[in-house]
């Protein structure tokens, strides 16, 4: 209790809420609340017709805390707390620690035994590593609109495992990220707006029913990230708002607590017990449930106290300046505890502004992730890709400016779901042109987008072609995969992720400025880019050319960087993947004619809104005779 209200007990879900067990040798089950300005506190549930008057917790003195034990209550009981506020006004409020939920639209807590799971991951977990130098390829999926079963019911995670495991592997992901599985009174918030942060939605199943789907990810060596969201919650009555009578797991002050645009309340991170329940819910995800990692959601409307807030709705800290300094720290506080107990989680932050350190060292200042999310590539992404061709030419620099900034932070490369929804069109839809150009525009774009510098991730959906926008209460119109072009595409973007997986330069050296490098940047007349990803090994360095004009070029000439022999190892105008098949077949070899500040160059054949990316041939083994093999009486004195 002294952590608790120190705001350092990183574990507090082990004692907090609803803990079957025996004490003095009876079975039953431990209740623990925080409600400092309650009066009064009490258990209500079916036994007692939902009346808590009779049932009452003891309050620990000096401390705001309420506990009893309860002899003879079991696993799967259903009860709230009845609390009388400090005005003797009474309510009914769900467990803020609770593990389990009543399905909505109902909203007791149940009480839950989240232990007994085998977990059979132990060898993914010891070699699971950061992945700084390795490939992150995240496939970003709203749990109940990827499939469901044919009379709109959702799977369960159980179900889910033997569909999406499979699917994912077929595709070459390395991750999967689930956007917010706690529990949400609904479904069109898509979790974003919580009731019960400890509580695994009751949706789509039991507790052990996810963990077996965690489990079965990482035995298919596939990542497993969260989407976490502590930056507000929502009003519902019997959620956090005025948990006790009054403003606790909120801010007092409504200009700090209030989030009008989406109508929820801000945590206040100045309490120390809500920094407590906070970081103790982000390492409950990693030890309970195993995740490896969370994408934290909202970051920028934590700290900054203007966030989409009109002038008379917020006023400056005690500094005089819009930060709001106890988020900041608070956000410190919560990586430096993940890293300590995982130093290998990744921990990925929806950042929108141009904040500095996010990915810095909380030590050094920073706010100490290890990931950002890179809004300011795809926002100027998506803008280019939505121009008219004749359009594009003038918006270049939305292609090449990024670049200045990708090593400002470590980080990772979104097409998320924000930006397939609420009129804003899917990928395909937002390309320009014709129904053929729409697909070999969705082509070029994903290649730009595994080809640039930092991890990636795309929305579900996406990888096949949906033509509509997502639309958030139905699955996926997989019946799009019954026509060739949808088909090929998914095709394509299969090949596309194991040519991401094979080659090191794509990956190895995203956060080291040796790992990219133009060759071409200002082809702004005919929409070309051409540059280089590298790793640790010259002959891993791979050569990128995207033409994002619906004009072919026959001999487009570029500079290379060593002489000899270049063959096209992926070209998105394959006709395997919809398109007309212009390819390089042949080897190309360098000419001794400097281009784009390269000694060497050579000439390829450039598919409209193609693709290509080509790598350097190794040398010819040189042939070893008798005489210079050792140990033969011809032996060299080189060989020596």
Not at 174 to 188: C, I, N, R, S
Not at 241 to 249: E, K, N, S, T, V
Not at 572 to 582: A, F, K, P, W
Request: glycine share 8%; aromatic share 14%; proline share 6%.
């Amino acid at each position: 209790m002294y952590l608790f209200h120190e705001g350092t007990s990183f574990h507090s879900y082990r004692f907090m809420g609803a803990h079957p067990r025996i004490e003095n040798g009876q079975e039953g089950v431990r209740f623990t609340v925080w409600a400092p300005n309650a009066s009064h506190v009490g258990l209500a549930g079916d036994w007692n017709a939902w009346d808590g008057s009779k049932d009452s917790l003891h309050k620990i003195p000096e401390t705001g805390i309420w506990t009893r034990f309860f002899p003879g209550l079991t696993v799967g009981t259903l009860y709230k707390y009845e609390i009388t506020g400090p005005h003797q006004e009474m309510f009914l409020k769900a467990d803020p620690y609770a593990f389990a939920s009543e399905l909505r639209p109902a909203t007791a807590s149940a009480v839950t035994d989240l232990t007994g799971y085998k977990w059979s991951d132990a060898a993914y977990r010891r070699k699971k590593s950061a992945g700084y130098r390795k490939p992150v390829n995240i496939y970003e999926m709203h749990f109940g609109t990827w499939r469901q079963h044919e009379d709109g019911s959702f799977l369960t995670y159980r179900e889910m495992a033997d569909h999406l495991i499979p699917y994912l592997l077929d595709m070459n992901y390395t991750h999967v990220e689930f956007m917010p599985l706690a529990e949400h009174p609904y479904d069109l918030s898509w979790g974003y707006q919580g009731t019960g942060f400890y509580s695994l939605t009751s949706r789509y199943g039991s507790p052990h029913d996810f963990m077996y789907l965690v489990d079965q990810l990482h035995q298919a060596d596939i990542g497993v990230l969260l989407d976490w969201v502590p930056a507000h919650f929502a009003k519902d009555a019997h959620g956090l708002r005025q948990f006790d009578g009054g403003p606790l797991y909120e801010y007092e002050d409504p200009s700090k607590a209030e989030k009008p645009g989406w109508g929820t309340l801000s945590f206040d991170y100045s309490k120390p017990e809500v920094v407590s329940f906070l970081i103790s819910n982000a390492i409950f995800w990693m030890e309970m449930y195993h995740i490896d990692g969370l994408r934290v959601d909202a970051v920028t409307s934590m700290i900054r106290l203007d966030f989409e807030k009109e002038e008379w709705q917020y006023h400056p800290n005690e500094q005089g300046t819009l930060e709001n300094l106890e988020a900041i720290s608070f956000l410190q506080q919560l990586n430096k505890t993940v890293f300590e107990y995982y130093p290998n989680a990744l921990m990925m932050a929806e950042e929108s502004s141009a904040w500095p350190g996010v990915t810095s060292p909380a030590h050094e200042g920073g706010l100490g992730f290890n990931y950002k999310w890179n809004m300011g590539w795809m926002n100027d992404t998506l803008s280019y890709i939505e121009e008219d061709f004749d359009q594009r030419p003038g918006k270049h620099h939305l292609l090449t400016f990024p670049i200045c900034y990708a090593y400002s932070e470590n980080f990772a490369l979104p097409f998320s779901h924000d930006e397939v929804v609420h009129g804003k069109k899917s990928l395909l839809d937002k390309c320009p042109g014709s129904y053929e150009q729409k697909f070999a525009g969705l082509r070029g774009l994903l290649g730009y987008q595994m080809t640039q510098p930092g991890k990636k991730l795309l929305f579900m959906g996406g990888e096949f072609g949906q033509f509509i926008e997502w639309k958030d209460q139905e699955q996926l119109d997989w019946l799009l995969l019954d026509y060739e072009a949808h088909r090929q595409l998914h095709t394509y973007t299969a090949s596309l992720n194991k040519l991401y997986k094979e080659q090191r330069a794509l990956w190895e050296l995203d956060h080291d400025l040796d790992g990219f490098q133009w060759i071409c940047a200002d082809d702004a007349g005919q929409s070309v880019v051409t540059y280089l990803r590298k790793s640790t090994k010259p002959g891993d360095t791979l050569i990128v050319i995207i033409n994002f004009q619906p004009q072919q070029h026959e001999r487009y000439r570029i500079g290379v960087p060593k002489p000899g022999q270049y063959e096209e190892i992926f070209n998105s105008d394959d006709v395997l993947y919809g398109g007309e098949g212009r390819r390089n077949n042949e080897t190309l070899k360098t000419d001794k004619v400097p281009w784009h500040n390269q000694h060497q160059s050579l000439e390829v054949m450039v598919p409209p809104l193609g693709m290509l990316v080509l790598k350097k041939k190794p040398p010819r083994p040189r042939k070893t005779t008798a005489s210079s093999k050792p140990g033969t009486k011809g032996t060299t004195a080189a060989n020596k």
